[in-house]
C-alpha cells in the first residue's frame, strides 16, 4: 500500500497542519499565474463549447447511489464532446478575477489553483493516443508527448496500475 512506504508517510506528516508554513498570500507574496505559460506557436486543439454540449438531467441523489468506482473499461472510444464536458467540470472557468484569481468548478484557495490537468488519452475519437494538457481558459489540449511509449510509461510511474493504459482517457 502507498500509505505505508516512508515517503507517504513522511508526506503525511510534513503537511499536517501544524507544520506548514504560513502560506504565500498571507506573506503578500504575488498570485501565480492564472495558467501555465504556453509555449509560443504552440498548436492547440480546441474542444467543443460546455454551452453546446447536452448533458442527460440526472438527480444528485441517484447519480450519488448509482456512482460506482471500475477498474475495466469499454473498448469504445469517448467523443470529443464528452471529453469537452469532463475536461470543463474538472478545471472549466465560469468566472476571471483578473489577475489574481478565477472561479471554476473545483475550489482552490484564495482562487490560485495550482494545479494544471494533463491528460492521457488512449481512445477519444479524433485525437492521437498520447498526453495533453488542458488549458482552461481556452477550453482547448496542447499536445505534450504521442510516442508510442507514453501510456506505458504513466501506467509504469502510477505503480503499474494496468487501468491507467485501458481507459479511454486517464486525468493527471
Same mark, same amino acid.
Given at each position: 500500500?502507498?500509505?505505508? *512506504?516512508?515517503?507517504?508517510?513522511? =508526506?503525511?506528516?510534513?503537511?499536517?497542519?501544524?507544520?506548514?508554513?504560513?502560506?504565500?498570500?498571507?506573506?503578500?507574496?504575488?498570485?501565480?499565474?492564472?495558467?501555465?505559460?504556453?509555449?509560443?506557436?504552440?498548436?492547440?486543439?480546441? *474542444?467543443?463549447?460546455?454551452?453546446?454540449?447536452?448533458?442527460?438531467?440526472?438527480?444528485? #441523489?441517484?447519480? @450519488?447511489?448509482?456512482?460506482?468506482?471500475?477498474?475495466?473499461?469499454?473498448?469504445?472510444?469517448?467523443?470529443?464532446?464528452?471529453?469537452?464536458?469532463?475536461?470543463?467540470?474538472?478545471?472549466?472557468?465560469?468566472?476571471?478575477?483578473?489577475? =489574481?484569481?478565477?472561479?471554476?468548478?473545483?475550489?482552490?484557495?484564495?482562487? #490560485?489553483?495550482?494545479?494544471?490537468?494533463? *491528460?492521457?488519452?488512449?481512445?477519444?475519437?479524433?485525437?492521437?493516443?498520447?498526453?495533453?494538457?488542458?488549458?482552461?481558459?481556452?477550453?482547448?489540449?496542447?499536445?505534450?508527448?504521442?510516442?508510442?511509449?507514453?501510456?506505458?510509461?504513466?501506467?509504469?510511474?502510477? *505503480?503499474?496500475?494496468? =487501468?491507467?493504459?485501458?481507459?479511454?482517457?486517464?486525468? @493527471?
Amino acid at each position: 500500500h502507498w500509505f505505508m *512506504l516512508p515517503t507517504g508517510r513522511t =508526506f503525511m506528516e510534513q503537511t499536517r497542519y501544524e507544520n506548514l508554513t504560513e502560506s504565500d498570500q498571507a506573506r503578500g507574496l504575488p498570485a501565480p499565474p492564472l495558467e501555465k505559460p504556453v509555449p509560443p506557436n504552440t498548436r492547440t486543439i480546441p *474542444l467543443p463549447k460546455p454551452t453546446d454540449i447536452i448533458i442527460p438531467v440526472r438527480e444528485l #441523489r441517484t447519480a @450519488i447511489e448509482q456512482r460506482r468506482s471500475i477498474r475495466h473499461y469499454s473498448r469504445d472510444p469517448l467523443t470529443i464532446e464528452e471529453l469537452a464536458c469532463l475536461c470543463w467540470c474538472t478545471q472549466g472557468i465560469v468566472e476571471v478575477k483578473a489577475p =489574481f484569481y478565477t472561479f471554476r468548478n473545483v475550489p482552490s484557495a484564495g482562487g #490560485r489553483h495550482a494545479l494544471e490537468t494533463y *491528460l492521457l488519452i488512449n481512445r477519444i475519437k479524433g485525437i492521437q493516443p498520447g498526453l495533453y494538457r488542458y488549458l482552461p481558459f481556452s477550453h482547448s489540449l496542447i499536445t505534450i508527448d504521442t510516442s508510442s511509449g507514453v501510456s506505458d510509461a504513466i501506467m509504469s510511474a502510477c *505503480l503499474g496500475q494496468a =487501468f491507467v493504459r485501458s481507459s479511454a482517457v486517464t486525468f @493527471i
